[in-house]
């Protein structure tokens, strides 16, 4: 193996360490010692591969990401989602609910991509943004066909405030913070939300109501 | 001051420096021999009113709760909000803004809410729930004159469901966890699905979309 070889297979080691712990006990059970333990490597030699730990945590991340944007894929048939057949506002509900699946099926990775904040002044690698905009464009197909005259700047938002909808109620109800929701019931509540919203959007555009 | 005056001038005292201490630094800057110190008492003094400091924040919270409908009923002028008069969707945009002004103007208190989890086995207490309650009857009201063939069970759940989704809005945009959002373009993002949603309600009823 060459030194690149072994930097980058320490460094696959690490991120895969970093997301079992991180599975098995959320973000506050990660521990730069346990985790050179668990590779058998030094300690130091976590900080040639990544700068921080944090920089272990995003990359962690990114997989997430990418476990999301493949259950997505996979519950939506994605080729088939493509299609200009396909109902936009049960498209919208099927990637709800692929959302809160995920969520209950990896409670800590999905709680990790909200929880940890990197340190001021520090901000996400591009290629990190551009995981996050991929994920974005499967709500952003089905709001340019319920809304087919807002703009890309508008629909790029308006996915993002839906998301984030989305993402409070599954969080929200998750978390039973309000009053205790079982999870078919959740799933109901949610289907419900967003198909609504797709019948607002048939009826009112997204945007242009002042508050 | 008999001895239960003494007792309940504590209690006033340790809610308020619990306060301004959530309020200035967060949940985590919460420490008892802090608390003592500033209310002039011995550690002890505070588990003779409180049983743990979770029972304390609960009561920080309760304050908040008891805050934040006081700023919704200033801005929805709650004697005109009761007239049959009002425009539903106009109301569920005004309980929204209300609830993103309040989230910025004391970001702590109101992360405090939902930040803090009680030990395994503890429940919140019965006049906690009634305060959130009393909350939620504020959105419940506008989802009744939107939708008025769902009953009080199928109305308590969506006016939570909705909370949920205007939350999620307001703390994805406030923590910039997605893209970075001025606070105007958040405002108009939240009133534009609110009204959306209302729009949505009045075409077609909330709950029974299966999944």
Redesign the interface.
């Known amino acids: 193996m060459s030194k690149a070889e072994r930097h980058l297979a320490l460094r696959e080691s690490l991120i895969t360490i970093g997301q079992s712990t991180i599975a098995a006990h959320g973000l506050g059970g990660l521990k730069a010692r346990d985790i050179a333990h668990a590779a058998g490597c030094a300690l130091g030699a976590i900080y040639l591969v990544f700068p921080d730990l944090d920089a272990l945590i995003l990359a962690v991340n990114d997989r997430t990401l990418a476990a999301i944007d493949a259950a997505i894929c996979a519950s939506l048939d994605c080729e088939t989602a493509a299609a200009s057949s396909a109902d936009p506002g049960r498209q919208l509900?099927l990637l709800s609910?692929a959302y809160l699946d995920y969520a209950l099926a990896h409670p800590r990775l999905w709680a990790a991509l909200?929880n940890h904040t990197l340190p001021p002044g520090q901000s996400v690698p591009d290629d990190y943004?551009a995981h996050?905009a991929h994920l974005f464009s499967y709500v952003e197909a089905p709001l340019a066909a319920l809304c087919p005259n807002l703009d890309v700047a508008a629909r790029t938002?308006?996915a993002?405030?839906?998301?984030?909808?989305?993402?409070?109620?599954v969080?929200?109800?998750l978390?039973q913070?309000?009053?205790p929701?079982p999870v078919e019931?959740l799933?109901?509540?949610?289907?419900?939300?967003v198909?609504?919203?797709?019948?607002?959007?048939r009826?009112?555009c997204?945007?242009?109501?002042?508050?």
């Not at 993002?160 to 109620?169: C, E, N, P, Y």
């Not at 997204?206 to 508050?211: D, I, K, R, Y």
């Open positions: 509900v609910c909200f943004r996050q938002q308006a993002r405030t839906l998301f984030s909808a989305v993402h409070g109620i969080s929200l109800g978390d913070k309000l009053s929701i019931e799933r109901n509540q949610l289907a419900a939300f198909q609504l919203t797709a019948t607002g959007l009826h009112a997204f945007p242009p109501v002042a508050p």
